[in-house]
């Protein structure tokens, strides 16, 4: 995450944004070819919406509060778009949460999951950078122990923040290591323990019994831990993100959510549809691969940003 001025950063989200807003932007667009606001227009407008991944519900809701408000009176496109911002503003609003630190709880012990590919472990890195440049002590576990790119990557990153790295031979205990890492960290006294976990989805029996194996040992050291569960999604993938949460809900338990990769897609809609559907926290977003590309989430700025909005 960034401390950057919040101006640079909401530059910064606009232009990730770009082919997202440019969908819904050139959308809006060729629907209001008449200035009067019919049924035919209201209907493309919802069929784009949906098709934008922000989900059915709030596709709904936003043509049914524009043919209320303005059904058969002229309206035009930046109309549409201001009413649409709004729309996604309110549903995101209330996920729109960073993740706090607990001083009570030293270290605080996060659990990063998500598919391989999904960006968790980029994601641990600049979290580990975020929360050192807030003066915080950080540890990381390699507990993705099966993909030694994951561990090379973490070690690296560890090296780039100041940050101890514990990490096994390929193929160790994943559990065991989380569980190495939280005697390490707490003699520390770390104030953030992150942890790396595999994302292999071709056997989820096995998934679920590594991650729930990970959490018995851990709550044998820490009857607390973890404390939180961080969901890492890919935003190119999109509605696959809904599959992926759902899954990993029942999985392990989630407890927030991180979006990556918001600048390679024209899906950035599909944040909408997981607010709406889940409800769960979103702490940040990711709109670069640099360790400032990070940051916690604004519901109004990206609901702007997201229709092309300044």
Not at 36 to 45: E, I, K, N, V
Not at 108 to 115: A, F, S
Not at 209 to 227: I, Y
Not at 243 to 269: E, N, Y
């Amino acid at each position: 995450m960034s401390d950057e001025p919040e101006s640079g950063w909401l530059a910064r989200i606009r232009h990730g944004l770009t082919r997202s807003s440019a969908r819904l932007s050139q959308g809006i667009g060729e629907l209001l070819t008449k200035r009067r606001l019919d049924q035919a227009t209201l209907d493309g407008l919802e069929e784009m919406l949906i098709g934008a991944d922000l989900g059915l519900a709030t596709a709904l809701r936003v043509t049914e509060k524009l043919s209320e408000s303005r059904f058969d009176a002229e309206i035009s496109a930046d109309e549409v778009r201001s009413a649409l911002a709004d729309e996604i503003a309110a549903v995101l609003a209330p996920v729109a949460r960073p993740m706090t630190l607990d001083p009570s709880r030293r270290p605080q012990v996060v659990l990063v999951v998500g598919v391989n590919g999904s960006g968790k472990t980029t994601t641990i890195g600049k979290l580990a950078k975020y929360y050192t440049d807030q003066g915080k002590k950080v540890s990381m576990a390699a507990a993705d122990t099966f993909r030694a790119a994951a561990v090379e990557q973490l070690q690296i990153w560890g090296k780039r923040t100041g940050c101890p790295v514990l990490a096994r031979e390929q193929g160790a205990d994943p559990a065991g290591l989380a569980y190495d890492a939280l005697t390490a960290a707490q003699a520390r006294g770390d104030d953030l323990l992150l942890i790396d976990t595999a994302g292999r989805l071709h056997n989820k029996a096995d998934l679920m019994a590594e991650l729930q194996k990970m959490v018995r040992v851990l709550k044998k050291k820490d009857p607390t831990a973890p404390h939180d569960v961080l969901l890492v999604l890919d935003a190119t993938v999109g509605q696959n993100a809904l599959t992926q949460t759902d899954l990993f809900k029942q999985l392990i338990g989630v407890s927030g959510l991180v979006l990556t990769k918001l600048d390679g897609t024209a899906r950035g809609g599909v944040l909408v549809a997981l607010a709406e559907r889940f409800g769960l926290p979103v702490h940040a977003i990711g709109v670069g691969e640099s360790a400032d590309d990070l940051r916690p989430f604004d519901a109004r700025n990206f609901a702007r940003s997201l229709v092309g909005l300044t």
